[in-house]
């Protein structure tokens, strides 16, 4: 993904409710310098039930609904503030809505999708299925906003595993973060470990290992950010870091990879991962990976620093 990216797609319910989600797209936009592309889909007529065929009762209801619709765009955009300038277009279209923000995405060459989740993220399972959708089946990364976050950003948490899937997503996300987040925003790369049989008291050597790991990969991977990044280890799971945090303390945004062939159900990090999507309290940045610049597509200095090793310009030879 280009970090440079000029549209954010935003999918909206054009209600107040969707208000929260449509401003935190806003924000990201102005922040990034880009300009907003709402979009909104909906079930005409025709579908909802009834005979086949368009009649001219279902025309002029769809047509009605279509006006109808427009009017509440325009309301939302001028409730919300939203400049002329600002404005990279909007589109009322029919079709699933995941399917519908999936073609747009395309068709106005956003670099983020911006889209709310639903139902209480207190409640297991209840996680928005457009959100969900759009992430198994989008080419750029996804934003889930759950109500609205604080801004400018201020913390954010980068949950990784030390693999070449999780560097190559590591890196995507600190390129777009670069353009959304301040310098000095704390950022944290965390590393999930087994807790079991750790020890009170002093570190262990395996404890010292790997955070020393944890702190290499960042190194080899965190080019691009001026700030700082935090490095620590965890030994619960991310959600139950995530709602252990207090008030101001807690992370404003979780960056998550998403596999190329399987998309959310096969988040980094696994099961845990996806329970962070479905209940967590924080947004969740969806990053899907390069499927190009993975193993063997990658280049040869990125695959080197991904890996840990030297690069040195030269194809190595191996005897």
């Known amino acids: 993904m280009d970090a440079g990216f000029e549209t954010v797609l935003i999918g909206t319910s054009l209600d107040e409710a ?11 936009a102005r922040a990034a310098g880009a300009r907003v592309f709402l979009a909104h889909a909906c079930q005409r007529p025709w579908e909802q039930g009834g005979g086949p065929g368009l009649t001219e009762d279902r025309l002029e209801r769809m047509l009605e609904m279509e006006e109808a619709l427009a009017g509440r765009m ?17 589109a009322i279209e029919d079709g699933p809505a995941h399917w519908v923000l999936i073609d ?9 999708i911006v889209v709310g989740a639903t139902g209480s993220p207190h409640r297991s399972g209840l ?3 457009t959100a969900d959708r759009v992430i198994r089946h989008s080419t750029v990364p996804v934003l889930m906003a759950r109500d609205r976050p604080r801004a400018p950003l201020e913390r954010v948490l980068m949950p990784v595993d030390l693999t070449p899937l999780s560097a190559e ?3 995507q996300g600190l390129s777009l973060l670069s353009r959304i987040v301040p310098d000095e925003a704390m950022l944290e790369a965390v590393m999930v470990r087994d807790g079991r049989g750790r020890q009170p008291g002093g570190p262990l050597a395996a404890e010292v290992t790997a955070l020393a790991d944890l702190e290499g990969f960042v190194e080899r991977n965190a080019v691009w950010r001026k700030g700082r990044i935090a490095t620590w280890l965890l030994y619960h799971g991310v959600e139950e870091e995530l709602w252990a ?6 992370s404003d945004l979780v960056v998550l990879g998403a596999d190329a062939r399987e998309g959310f159900e096969r988040l980094l990090l696994g099961r845990m991962a996806a329970d962070v999507v479905r209940q967590g309290p924080a947004s969740v940045l969806v990053i899907p990976p390069a499927p190009e610049r993975i193993h063997a597509g990658l280049p040869a200095e990125v695959g080197a620093a991904a890996e840990g090793r030297p690069y040195s310009g030269a194809a190595s030879t191996m005897r």
Do not use: M, N
């Open 18 to 28: 969707s208000d929260a989600v449509v401003i935190t797209g806003l924000e990201i």
């Open 169 to 171: 997503v590591f890196r």
């Open 74 to 90: 325009k309301e939302q955009i001028l409730r919300l503030g939203i400049g002329e300038e600002e404005l990279a277009g909007t």
């Open 245 to 250: 945090q207090p008030g101001e303390w807690r």
């Open 104 to 112: 747009l995405a395309d068709h106005c060459e956003a670099g983020l």
């Open 127 to 129: 996680f928005g299925s």
